[in-house]
């Protein structure tokens, strides 16, 4: 289509080619006539999402930058679930903080 | 590139000093749980493992290794890169221990603008800060 706009030039690697199938099915069929458009549409819907500022858009946009990170070691679960620090008392003498001073060999 | 604000935090690093509050229930463990929880992502380097391990080990093993387990597996575990090796090599204000420098060179190579470095160690909370991170100490 013409256009007094410049174009830029994208490349269809792996991942792109993966976002393009996987948003696919939630844009309509206008939406994604061309790839080109659709990858348009991805870019002002992702601007919109983070330009509203919201924590959890950010963290998912960090989390995707995290596990983008080669050899990195991705979380399974959440630290909400460590049912023993309800369980147990505090106990002053047996804090883990002081076996970490040893560990280190600050003591 | 537009300006920056100030933004809630999307990501805590967590020291060892941090994460070893989790084996067992310390004064600070409640307040940190909360911070904690108010915060989408975790991360740390995978020298946590080491660290909770050796802490696990010393302080008994048995279950406490499986809790520090448990714990490693909540955490996103960064490798331990050249760049961060290099990083850590270099100088920090004041200057730090060999495995406080690792941790803040990789909270450092993160690059995350909404990265907060949760630790309870003063020194390395005055060369995080000195180097540009967000230092919180939940107490």
Known sequence: ?107 | MGPRRALSPTTAYLDASAAVKLLRPEPETSVLVTELGAIALHVSSELLEIELRCVARRAGGGELIERAERICAAVHLLPYTLAIRARAGEAFVPPQRALDALHLATALDLRLQALVLVTYDRRQAEGGRAAGLDVVVPT
Do not use: C, F, N
């Not at chain 1, 830029?8 to 099915?25: E, F, S, Y």
């Open chain 1, 1 to 107: 289509m013409g256009t007094a706009h410049p174009r830029i030039g994208v490349t269809k690697d792996p991942d792109l080619a993966a976002a393009l199938d996987a948003t696919r099915p939630y844009l309509s069929a206008e939406e994604t006539r061309s790839e080109a458009g659709h990858v348009r549409r991805l870019a002002l819907i992702g601007a919109g999402v983070l330009g509203k500022g919201t924590v959890d858009a950010r963290a998912a946009l960090d989390r995707q930058r995290l596990l983008d990170r080669p050899s990195v070691r991705p979380a399974t679960r959440g630290l909400a679930d460590l049912p023993w620090l309800e369980a147990d008392p505090i106990d002053e003498d047996r804090q883990a903080s002081r076996t970490l001073e040893w560990v280190r060999g600050e003591r």
